[in-house]
């Protein structure tokens, strides 16, 4: 008896976890396909950005850019035009400072430097910062966003923006009004 009375019990108290497990998982957007391009419109590859719970993974793979260390952030407005100072200063809604060895920082549209080899650069990167849409920087707000590989490695704490030199590829995120 004791032994039916335990298997009862045990199947109540799991009967309700599938529809709790499937209550938890995350909602998420459908991943946004970007295309870089350098200022005379040479495509250089894509890159995918997949909304999570905690923030945005980006699966990058790039081409046609010279073997080294670049600068790649979120830049404020999704725009892409001419030499690309269209598309703003960083990413920054939250104010933060620059750089990811600065007290205070960094900031929303900081990320890691990218590193290309024979010409390619594959990588995945993670920015807990941001969100497609939603939290305190979302990347489609009013202006757009737009992604950027600069000429130089960003130094993590030169303000405000890591003197990460020219802007040699970008790609619209999400486009300006």
Do not use: W
């Amino acid at each position: 008896m004791k032994s039916v009375l335990l298997t009862v019990a045990a199947l109540m108290m799991a009967a309700p976890l599938p529809a709790l497990a499937q209550s938890a998982a995350p909602a998420t957007a459908e991943p946004v396909g970007v295309t870089l391009r350098s200022p005379d419109g040479t495509s250089h590859g894509t890159i995918r950005i997949t909304e999570t719970p905690n923030g945005v993974l980006l699966d990058g793979d790039l081409t046609g850019l010279a073997d080294g260390e670049y600068g790649f952030h979120f830049h404020e407005k999704g725009l892409c035009e001419g030499n690309f100072d269209s598309a703003g200063g960083h990413h920054n809604p939250t104010g933060k400072k620059h750089g990811f060895e600065t007290e205070g920082g960094p900031h929303p549209g900081d990320m890691a430097n990218i590193y290309v080899k024979d010409g390619v650069a594959r990588f995945q990167q993670f920015n807990p910062m941001v969100h497609l849409a939603s939290g305190d920087a979302p990347l489609n707000d009013a202006d757009g966003t737009s992604i950027m590989v600069h000429g130089s490695p960003d130094d993590h704490h030169s303000q405000p923006s890591g003197n990460a030199g020219a802007r040699m590829a970008c790609g619209v995120v999400f486009a300006a009004p």
